[in-house]
């Protein structure tokens, strides 16, 4: 399928995000869907049962809203919630509540490198709050449903259709993504469903000034599949148009083993959702003073935190490192004491940190390492106060069990001995254990001096600073 007309792509796309939240959307069930035996978080609330109320998460709220500033979003004053009506077996409520008609955010963007290689600006229509439906389990030939998804509380952020083809789309979900793990709103795990990505495509002839006809590519399991199935459904519709044909508007899958788009359902059949007000949630005010506040705790952006980095001079092996880690937000927590300790920090990141993440197959935000604890790490080992080994350690414990440095440091025996006093005596202890020695060394023998040094340490127990041992040694010596 080559296409013989000049055509040009149209993509938008729409992603569904789970927010970082302790709580799900509209009750105090756990928002921890895949960490629980099957139907542990489900409430009259999360089953939709008659009179049971649900209460908007705050929590929630405040995670779409750091969105929608970070997406440079205008916020809505007043906000609501529809029900969405449908039947579907993994609804069990017989309705989604979801925003319609007034979303907390639209008209925001987020900056991608175009495929003019210039930055380019993707227009976000629109960002908006909803509660995610059960999970059907498909299971020694039945259907089962799970209903600790139900109520999770999600995030929608549809783009206008601005994106140019597979890579822009591709580069667009990467980037949100990164922006998204990098605020603290969401993990975004992919493989654990925290982040759908969906492409709505459709190609027209250059020039016609019209879009074509589209098709909504559902759920794929990856960027580079959703990329993948773009550039496929190029060539599909092109074909179709070189033959004098029309696309038809329908839902299509991504086979990843055959490379291809196949129909899912058609949108003639495209479902009424009969969307209509809430009836137990009141229209909710977002007090513009929380707003500003919100904006106000918002880090810097992540564009201009790379930029940064760079102007610090990491070198690009390490950012990349970071990136990949998805070590940028917990980076800057940790660096936020100030910006000359930051380079050291993410040195550390990549050598140290990461190191137990490959050997353990633990990822950063897995492990019990909080940023804070890290630096003090970190200090403790420029400050002299632990060795090589001994911040090694210490890194290990706050990984594997979390905990404050100091703490782990003493409770591991690993703080090295300052007191210039002990370590005179040591010193001291040593030389006149060793008098032949020092002898040969006064006779010229400098060679001598590092098997003394090795004695002093092991006097130490290893926990003597060896760049301080060292030179009070020497002086002794000389
Ligand atoms: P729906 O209600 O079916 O979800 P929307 O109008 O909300 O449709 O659009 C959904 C997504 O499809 C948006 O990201 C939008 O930018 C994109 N889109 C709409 N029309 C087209 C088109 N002709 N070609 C490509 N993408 C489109
Ligand atoms: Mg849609
Ligand atoms: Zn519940």
């Known amino acids: 399928m080559t296409a013989k007309g000049d055509y040009l792509t149209t993509v938008g796309v729409e992603v569904h995000v789970e927010l970082a939240t302790a709580a799900k959307m509209f009750c105090p069930c756990p928002n921890s869907p ?45 906000i609501w919630f529809e029900r969405k009506n449908y039947i579907y077996p993994d609804l069990v409520k017989g309705y989604q509540i979801s925003q319609y008609v007034r979303p907390l955010g639209e008209w925001g963007w987020l900056a991608i490198a175009g495929d003019d290689g210039r930055e380019k600006r993707v227009a976000i229509r629109r960002l908006h709050m909803e509660e995610d439906t059960c999970k059907l389990v498909h299971a020694g030939g039945a259907a089962r449903i799970d209903v600790n998804r139900s109520g999770v509380p999600l995030m929608e952020i549809v783009t206008e259709p601005v994106l140019s083809s597979g890579r822009e789309a591709e580069e667009y979900a990467r980037k949100l993504r990164a922006i998204l793990v990098y605020n603290g709103i969401s993990r975004c795990r992919l493989q654990r469903g925290e982040m759908r990505a969906e492409a709505n495509v459709s190609i027209a002839p250059r020039g016609s000034g019209e879009l074509g006809i589209r098709t909504e590519i559902k759920n794929q399991a990856g960027f580079n599949h959703m990329r993948s199935a ?5 060539r599909r519709q092109a074909g179709i148009l070189d033959g004098g044909g029309v696309p038809r508007q329908e839902t299509r899958g991504w086979d990843d083993v055959n490379q291809r788009t196949f129909v899912q359902r058609s949108k003639e059949d495209a479902h009424d959702y009969r969307y209509f007000p809430e009836p137990d ?11 500003e506040a919100e904006r106000a705790k918002l880090p810097v952006s992540y564009d ?15 950012i990349e490192a970071l990136t990949r880690n998805d070590a940028l937000g917990f980076l800057r927590l940790a660096g936020e004491g100030g910006a000359s300790k930051t380079v050291l920090l993410a040195k550390r990141l990549v050598k140290d940190v990461f190191s137990l993440v490959n050997s353990t197959g633990r990822p950063l935000d897995e492990s019990k390492l909080e940023p804070l604890p890290f630096r003090r790490a970190v200090e403790l080992l420029e ?70 040094f090795g004695r002093v340490m092991r006097e130490l127990k290893k926990k003597g600073d060896p760049r301080l041992v060292g030179e009070l040694l020497d002086r002794a010596l000389e």
């Open 281 to 291: 949630l009141p229209p909710a005010r977002l007090a513009p003073d929380w707003v």
């Open 34 to 78: 895949q960490d629980l035996p099957p139907n542990r978080a489900a409430c009259p609330v999360c089953l939709g049962l008659p009179g049971a109320l649900p209460v908007i998460n705050r929590e929630a709220v405040r995670l779409a809203l750091r969105a929608a500033l970070a997406l440079h979003c205008r916020i809505n004053e007043v």
């Open 383 to 452: 400050e002299g106060k632990l060795n090589g080994e001994g911040f090694r350690k210490v890194l290990e414990t706050l990984f594997n069990a979390g905990g404050e440095a100091e703490a782990a440091a003493r409770a591991g025996d690993l703080i090295i001995e300052r007191d210039d006093d002990a370590l005179e005596k040591a010193i001291a202890k040593v030389l006149s254990e060793v008098q032949p020695l020092v002898a040969e060394y006064r006779t010229g023998k400098k060679a001598v001096r590092n098997a003394i």
């Open 304 to 318: 201009d935190y790379l930029g940064e980095l760079r102007g610090l001079g990491l070198g690009e092996a390490d």
């Open 230 to 234: 773009i550039e496929y459904e190029e």
